[in-house]
């Protein structure tokens, strides 16, 4: 054998036992559209992302499935006044690397976290300050009575102090810069450790043998393997060949597709993430009316209208094929603060609209753009050529304006609109999220993305004592009436939930449970 | 020869030029990267220091030539969405990609060469009308279907080949290779005859009409008078006479196989470069895209200067030197 053909049979010789090596392990191979942004727990708010970061790091609080709390690093907690906690830390606690977890690295993970560049600070802004009181208790001060603190808690991710200050990883570095350790390197305290991450090809991880979880495991896998695949066909094609175990969202015209193969299962469900449309309640006249010196959006009628034309029913039957759950709140089901028996959509009467309409001084019309973002959601751009049509049945001459989603964000967030389409998920878990982002004004750090300025007085100051408010029961009755006056006003007009879809063979894997964030916790994953 | 080379140069380094002014005012109306780059409950000032950080808020013309600096120092900025320096990103991706053009290119001569011959010689024969319809069917449908098609035949039906990515690569001195390893050539085989499939049919139909234009010419009738073997006519005088156009169509192509690249990584979730600048156009990764766009020009304007070198080898008429200014 010549010397180029020997090195080619003993590569290749090699290259066939790297295949079968691990063919006795249970490995769970999961795919889904794009890669992770990065492992710096304390940046990169993407709810992917997230759910990879929790997969590594422990948190003082973990959110469970069904959204309710557990304990994570803490096993106990009480608040001692109105604006103090006190945490009881889990003892014998290591990280990946070997250290012991200690009210150290709590308040480290706290300084780290709640820096100006952390695209995590939001998550523990209400803190004022976290001490260590011995090594497994901390104090944690908030700077006004804060109801949703423990709420925030998954959010805060506790990182190694000793690991992160040998690396000179104190500094958060957001986006471009120089070269970010904790975006490519993790040592946490969760469930699994990183083997290897190659940027949008493939992340490896494996149990973590010493987590503090151990004898409870859920999970029974031994390796688990996360590959990003961009195209919808492709990842069908995966899943439909084996080639992977579980993979998310499937496409919507794919599900009875799916559901007809005997080894595949599609699981659905509820999204938290609520669509909905928004007007510009600010302008004195309207960006598609100049020289009019009129904005019709200023009259509650002339919104009512609107909310009245659109066919709820007719978008979930037609463009989502039946994958949706019309709302009437800007918050989903599984949200704290969500009303059940205020969720009724506006109902679809479109003549009431025309009435409407008329009684504004607007028979017939008037001409509107409607932005819309189409590679955002589930067939965003579909429901807005739907709309298109369900207005000019009143008589609204309606401009569409899909574009790609950093030029539709980018023209919403500068109110460069008068009408838009947006969806959201509260961070928090909580009503107050949204009220604070999408609907108020006035208090500092709030209408971050309240494109058309919606503001209302009692709203704002509603908003205000939802934040402070402790008592559980006097706060739901704030958010109620938040919530009510919101929707008597119509300050936005709610369209519906996605529904979850993932792909998940029926030969390999026992159970995946589906949360209704859209990733999958490795935690609650059994293979056969 | 030299004169030529060196007046190809100083007309590339102009064409680059004009290239990257182009490519980077296109990126000013792809949006604002700075929402893809924090969450949804970042604060303005969050935004605001990133942007300055970033050098976005300069007028565009001074974003350009420090842009243009930079490069000049081999410095291609860092990308906004993974954070590491573009030309570690594109050196990590274009292994993949190179390697993917190269065995289409082959593919698409090693079997569309012959064909052309084939069908040109046996104009009536029933394979040479197989072979103009499945040419048909190579030029007429688009490159992500041909990708789907074959994913689920050999993928998903008969379960032969991956249906995605690339695995059982060899690191030689940092370049990944998948030509080493049975699972590399698995994983390759269907994205690189899905992208050769166009070429190929183009080659042959291109060596069909030049062969049946030479073969009517006297110095091939000549030939036979002479009492040559026909193979001799065919491969040595017909073939050699109908390269010259072959040669500047795959010249071209090969530059085309770079560009077309970019659907047939994404059907097939190829990690090389195509994929990397479709995802940096989602993520408006501004770094990477005019890297990239400056990069695939650079190519196009070494391949036409080999293309014109290559003229010289075949055609001997070019060897002769040009006449003085009096001509």
């Known amino acids: ?528 | 020869m030299i004169d030529f080379i060196a007046q190809r140069m100083i007309q590339a380094v102009f064409v680059m030029l004009v290239v990257a002014l182009i490519s980077f005012s296109l990126f000013q109306f792809v949006g604002d990267p700075i929402n893809n780059m924090v969450g949804q409950e970042a604060t303005e000032a969050q935004r605001e220091a990133l942007r300055e950080q970033l050098g976005l808020n300069d007028p565009i013309p001074i974003q350009f030539v420090k842009w243009v600096g930079n490069a000049m120092q081999g410095e291609f900025g860092i990308s906004y969405r993974m954070g590491k320096p573009v030309d570690q990103l594109i050196a990590e991706r274009l292994p993949a990609t190179l390697e993917l053009v190269f065995l289409s290119a082959i593919l698409a001569l090693a079997i569309g060469v012959p064909m052309g011959v084939y069908t040109g010689l046996n104009r009536y024969s029933w394979l040479s009308r197989v072979f103009l319809t499945i040419s048909l069917i190579g030029i007429s449908l688009p490159t992500f279907l041909i990708g789907i098609i074959l994913i689920l035949t050999f993928g998903v039906w008969l379960g032969w080949l991956p249906t995605f990515g690339r695995g059982g690569t060899v690191d030689l001195g940092g370049w990944q290779t998948s030509f080493l390893t049975l699972q590399g050539w698995s994983h390759i085989i269907m994205p690189a005859f899905t992208l050769a499939l166009f070429q190929l049919t183009l080659i042959m139909r291109l060596v069909r009409a030049e062969m049946l234009e030479v073969l009517r010419t006297d110095y091939i009738k000549f030939a036979r008078a002479r009492g040559l073997k026909q193979r001799s006519i065919n491969f040595g005088h017909a073939l050699k006479n109908t390269l010259v156009p072959v040669i500047t169509i795959m010249g071209l192509q090969i530059g085309a196989l770079l560009a077309f690249s970019i659907i047939t990584e994404t059907v097939f979730q190829w990690p090389g470069m195509g994929l990397l600048i479709i995802q940096a156009i989602q993520f408006v990764d501004i770094p990477i895209m005019s890297s990239y766009l400056v990069l695939v020009a650079l190519f196009f304007v070494l391949i036409n200067l080999t293309v014109d070198l290559l003229y010289y080898a075949v055609d001997p008429r070019l060897r002769i030197e040009r006449p003085g200014p009096a001509h």
């Open chain 1, 1 to 528: 054998m010549t010397r180029p053909g020997l090195l080619l049979a003993s590569a290749a010789l090699m290259a066939l036992t790297a295949a079968t090596a691990d063919a006795q392990d249970k490995v769970f191979r999961y795919s889904t559209t794009g890669d992770i942004l990065g492992l710096d727990p304390h940046n990169n708010n993407e709810g992917p992302t997230n759910t990879m970061k929790s997969n590594i790091y422990g948190r003082l609080i973990h959110r469970l499935p069904d959204l309710s709390l557990e304990p994570d690093l803490a096993t106990e907690w009480e608040r001692t006044d109105d604006t103090t906690w006190i945490f009881t830390l889990r003892e014998g606690v290591t990280f990946h690397n070997g250290n012991p977890f200690t009210a150290d690295d709590v308040v480290y993970s706290f300084e780290r976290q709640s820096q100006e560049s952390s695209d995590m600070a939001f998550a523990i802004s209400s803190i004022e300050s976290v001490n260590a009181i011995d090594d497994y208790t901390v104090e944690i001060k908030t700077k006004a009575p804060d109801p949703t603190l423990l709420l925030n808690m998954p959010n805060f991710y506790i990182v190694d102090k000793e690991f992160m200050d040998e690396n000179d990883a104190f500094e958060v570095i957001a986006g471009a810069g120089l070269q970010n350790f904790a975006n490519a390197n993790a040592n946490g305290t969760g469930p699994f450790r990183i083997v290897e991450w190659v940027q949008d090809n493939r992340v490896v991880l494996e149990p973590f043998e010493d987590w503090w979880g151990q004898d409870e495991r859920t999970d029974n896998i031994d390796q688990a393997i996360f590959t990003p695949i961009g195209n919808d066909a492709t990842r069908v094609a995966a899943l439909l060949s084996g080639e992977i175990d579980a993979m998310y969202p499937v496409p919507l015209q794919d599900i009875p597709r799916l559901e007809g193969e005997p080894d595949v299962t599609v699981l659905q469900g509820p999204e938290l993430r609520t669509i909905f449309f928004g007007f510009d309640h600010h302008r004195d006249e309207l960006l598609d009316m100049p020289g009019s010196g009129e904005n019709p959006f200023k009259d509650v009628r002339v919104r009512e209208a609107f909310a009245h034309a659109i066919d709820k029913e007719g978008i979930k039957r037609v463009v989502m094929r039946g994958a949706a759950t019309p709302t009437g709140l800007m918050v989903a089901p599984g949200i704290n603060g969500f009303q059940e028996d205020m969720n009724e959509p506006y109902p679809f009467d479109p003549e009431r609209a025309q009435e409407l309409l008329a009684e504004a001084g607007y028979p017939d019309g008037f001409p509107v753009t409607f932005d819309c973002p189409n590679d955002r959601y589930v067939n965003d751009e579909a429901i807005c050529t739907a709309m298109v049509a369900m207005l000019e049945r009143i008589g609204i001459d309606v401009t569409l304006n899909a574009q790609t989603k950093s030029l539709h964000f980018n023209k919403i967030r500068d109110h460069d609109t008068s009408f838009f389409m947006l969806g959201w998920t509260p961070g928090s878990y909580d009503a107050h999220n949204p009220l604070q982002n999408l609907m108020t004004t006035e208090a500092p750090g709030s209408g971050a993305w309240n494109s058309g300025r919606y503001s209302n007085p009692e709203v704002e100051e509603l908003s205000v004592q939802i934040s402070q408010t402790v008592d559980e029961e006097a706060r739901n009755e704030l958010i109620r009436e938040a919530f009510r006056i919101h929707k008597e006003d119509v300050g936005h007009i709610p369209l519906h939930q996605q529904a979850l879809a993932w792909g998940v063979r029926a030969d390999t894997v026992e159970e995946v449970i589906q949360r209704p964030f859209n990733d999958i916790d490795l935690r609650y994953v059994t293979l056969k």
